[in-house]
C-alpha cells in the first residue's frame, strides 16, 4: 500500500501516519482535510511485509513510541496525537 495523496492548499511536506481502525487517525485526517491542506497519508496497519516494516521505521524515526495518529510537517515538525490546536497552528 503506498501512500495516498489528497489534494489541497500547499503548506509543504505533510504527512499523516495513521491506523485504519483508529478513531483518532480519522479525525485528524477529517481535520486536514477541512482545513484543505494537501498531505499523504498511509493506514501503517493496511501494510505487510518489508513495507510495513520500512513505514514502521519512518515512524519510529518521528516518534519512538510508535502511537498514532503521527503527523509530520516539512520533515521538521511532529504533532502526536489528535491535537487540533496545534495543526491548524502549524498549518492555518
Known amino acids: 500500500m503506498a501512500m495516498e495523496h489528497v489534494e489541497g492548499k500547499n503548506k509543504g511536506?505533510?504527512?499523516?501516519?495513521?491506523?485504519?481502525?483508529?478513531?483518532?487517525?480519522?479525525?485528524?485526517?477529517?481535520?486536514l482535510e477541512e482545513l484543505g491542506i494537501e498531505f499523504n497519508y498511509i493506514y501503517v496497519d493496511l501494510t505487510e511485509g518489508e513495507e510495513r516494516s520500512n513505514v514502521i521505521k519512518d515512524v519510529q524515526k518521528w516518534n519512538p513510541q510508535l502511537s498514532f495518529p503521527t503527523v509530520v510537517i516539512n520533515n521538521?515538525?511532529?504533532i502526536v496525537g489528535?491535537?487540533?490546536?496545534e495543526i491548524k497552528e502549524k498549518l492555518a
Open 76 to 78: 521538521k515538525d511532529v
Open 13 to 31: 511536506n505533510v504527512v499523516l501516519y495513521a491506523l485504519s481502525t483508529c478513531g483518532w487517525c480519522k479525525k485528524t485526517r477529517m481535520l
Open 82 to 85: 489528535f491535537k487540533e490546536d
